[in-house]
């Protein structure tokens, strides 16, 4: 994977860095040239993405951390900065899955999203004050506006740490579920909506990039050779499996629509006829909207 961002001399401390988002954060910021921190519990993914920013050839460092535990997430601050000889980024990713409302729940909601995101930035902060680039990252989520039935700790903790201000251009709908509401606010706004037609199962842990592309292409067929097909691209065999999937679509004479921010066209279609863009009538975000997938 290629960035096109520069961290060289950047030290990242990644609070709940051993998975998912959280690991795919630590990678992308080696892979730009960072100094990576990164910790939670299980040592094993620990040592297994240690090892992957170190790859990088980068600093890397891993320290296994109870994020609900304050002088824990304490004596692992001071010792990334001490690994990487400061701090400039500190990343708080870490969540309990507080999604039962139960005090169970409520508990780690509290403890480990939002209290470890405060003890974490207290403990970074006398390091992230001698940097000229200091910044905090607090991972929230699309579930502080809509909530999941059951989740009302994780919804109110991430609607502690996030900011409506800054939802991004692309949010997902919890459920795919449909709103009049939601779709005639997108409209005011100039934003498209879209749905899935499909899904591939690349959420489940253990599942091969060979997998995800097999079950991808048998559904797809399934639907009449079209459709939207919804994919994560924060777990790394999706990663690996979309170029493999893209191969399989050209190879089997599927036509592939791209959707880009305004004023772009896709680079990565080197022909005429390749791609379809068409426009908004409203100037906004995005411009170009997708079509279906058809041989």
């Not at 909601?109 to 905090?136: C, E, N, T, W």
């Not at 067929?221 to 170029?243: N, Q, S």
């Not at 599927?254 to 080197?270: E, F, H, L, N, T």
């Amino acid at each position: 994977m290629h960035t096109t961002f520069d961290f060289h001399g950047y030290r990242v401390v990644v609070a709940g860095g051993s998975r998912g988002i959280g690991r795919s954060i630590a990678l992308a910021f080696a892979e730009a040239g960072a100094a990576v921190s990164v910790c939670a519990r299980g040592a094993d993914a620990l040592a297994e993405t240690r090892d992957a920013i170190a790859a990088h050839g980068v600093t890397a460092h891993a320290q296994s951390c109870d994020l609900a535990d304050v002088r824990a997430i304490e004596g692992y601050v001071h010792d990334a900065a001490a690994a990487l000889g400061g701090i400039d980024v500190l990343v708080n990713n870490a969540t309990g899955y507080g999604f039962h409302d139960d005090d169970d729940g409520w508990n780690a909601g509290f403890q480990v999203d939002l209290m470890a995101a405060v003890r974490a930035s207290r403990f970074a902060l006398p390091y992230l004050k001698a940097s000229p680039h200091a910044s905090i990252l607090h991972t929230s989520s699309i579930a502080a506006f809509h909530p999941r039935r059951h989740g009302a700790p994780y919804a109110a903790v991430k609607a502690a740490l996030g900011d409506e201000r800054a939802l991004a251009p692309f949010f997902r709908v919890p459920g795919l579920s449909r709103s009049r509401q939601i779709e005639t606010y997108a409209e005011s706004q100039s934003l498209s909506v879209w749905s899935a037609d499909e899904v591939a199962d690349d959420w489940h842990r253990g599942i091969t990039a060979e997998q995800i592309v097999q079950r991808a292409m048998a559904r797809i067929e399934a639907k009449g050779h079209r459709g939207v097909l919804l994919l994560h691209d924060i777990h790394p065999a999706t990663a690996r499996a979309v170029p493999m999937l893209l191969k399989r679509l050209k190879a089997n004479g599927y036509r592939i629509v791209q959707a880009v921010p305004v004023g772009d066209r896709p680079a990565s279609v080197p022909e005429r006829g390749q791609a379809d863009v068409a426009a908004t009538e409203k100037p906004g975000w995005p411009r170009v909207v997708s079509t279906v997938i058809s041989p």
